[in-house]
């Protein structure tokens, strides 16, 4: 059992610090412009766990077509001390849909997964700055209805589909295998962006984290295979993390901080938020690396290899604002 974080985190040197211009910029600023230039594909195959700095013999498969789609994969939210919440990863990820399907693009929130979706509505669960022209939310507890092609229409039609936080069981027991985790796959193959928040970005792997510390295992959604990820790690749970990676061999652990994405595209991913992510590998008899990575920073997922921004180039907090250059 791993105590804390320190014991295991891996030294500054380790990482490869690239060059970079002198000019600052914001962290949204830096990842508009990334998200042009990202490799595309969908389905994540990811490599046999290995050192981040270790290189491979041979990079293995991306499934997908050659459409840019996009993962916002959420570690959830903290309530500030006002009541409310932050709103950048949910305006960057209007953003996203409406580059797609323009301003009139529909996007679904999908709630299932708490305990409230029957009772409130869809900007309850997705909250950004703008309200979205076309925001509808879709829920049922019955998996024959999941897996009809009238309740999975919306999905269909949407640029962009929003996975509220809750309860893990509640997801899997609604949608788990059926025609709507069916559909989101489809929505990043054919171009759209879904975003998972907090028990939503848990199921975003192929091996899923449902609960309990140690944790319960189940079947998540797959759409990175070979990762299993944790969301609020804020809240003391990377020991958590690293016992189910040492618990499977060859499956990369990722950790999302509270208000914190891992935007993927294709085979790389970039940090975008005010904490921290952190991926936790187990080497052949080895104790489990962990890297860890802020805003800005980017993970090729076929490698592992990261990027790592330099501090003094990273924005204040308050700088990350919608609009940015």
Sequence with gaps: MVETENMTTLPSEAR???EYSA???????RLRRSIRSLVVGVSLLLPQAVHADEPRASPPV???????????IVGGSNRLPDGSYRTEIEDLFLELVERVGGEQADIVVMPTASTTAENEDADHFFRPKKRPASLKKLHTRSRD???TSTFTEPIRKAAGVWVAGGKQPLWVAAYSGTLVEQELHDVVRRGGAVGLTSAGAALVGENAILGGNPAEMGV???MVRGGVFDMHLDRGRLPRLLDVVKSRPGCVGFGLDADTAFIVQGTRGRVFGIGNMRICVQPSGEEPSIQVLSDG?????????VTIVP?????A???VTVGAP
């Design 297 to 305: 920073d980017v993970v090729d997922l076929h490698t592992l290899k």
């Design 220 to 222: 998540g959604i797959g």
């Design 16 to 18: 490869k610090l690239p």
């Design 62 to 72: 991306v499934s997908g077509d050659k459409k840019m789609g996009t993962l916002v």
């Design 317 to 319: 907090s308050a700088d």
């Design 311 to 315: 501090n003094e180039e990273r924005p």
């Design 145 to 147: 209805m999941a897996n």
């Design 23 to 29: 000019q600052r910029e914001s962290s949204l600023g």
